[in-house]
């Protein structure tokens, strides 16, 4: 149930980051509107890749590069908001669901890496 709502988390966030990267119009954006559009569909794209890991090892390391995904994303949203490439509540929402997305990938990289070190 963890993995399902994550892998619900992050789509509707990939969803989300497509639509506001589409939206924002303002001139000279596009680096920073690529870089989020790749962060942040990168995160879903590591989780689901994640579902089918060859070891428990690289399930924690895709894990591991989702949650590092986040974290440039969060940096990007930042960034456009404070340079009025977004608004407050555009930023405020999808650095909300970020922010959950991010709270599940450390608690299932450290679930992850416990049961990894119990079998060991």
Not at 55 to 80: G, H
Not at 103 to 114: G, W
Request: net charge positive; charged share 25%.
């Amino acid at each position: 149930m963890f993995e399902n709502k994550l892998l619900n988390l992050s789509f509707e966030f990939a969803v989300a980051i497509v639509n506001l990267v589409d939206s924002v119009s303002v001139p000279k954006s596009s680096y920073m509107t690529e870089q989020l559009a790749r962060a942040g569909t990168s995160i879903g794209a590591n989780i689901h890749e994640a579902q089918y890991a060859q070891s428990k090892k690289d399930f924690v390391a895709k894990l591991e590069i989702a949650l590092k995904e986040s974290n440039e994303a969060s940096y990007w949203l930042k960034l456009m908001y404070e340079t009025n490439r977004i608004d407050i509540q555009t930023f405020q929402n999808t650095e909300r669901l970020c922010g959950n997305i991010r709270r599940l990938l450390i608690a299932s990289c450290k679930t992850a890496k416990e049961n990894k070190n119990t079998r060991e």
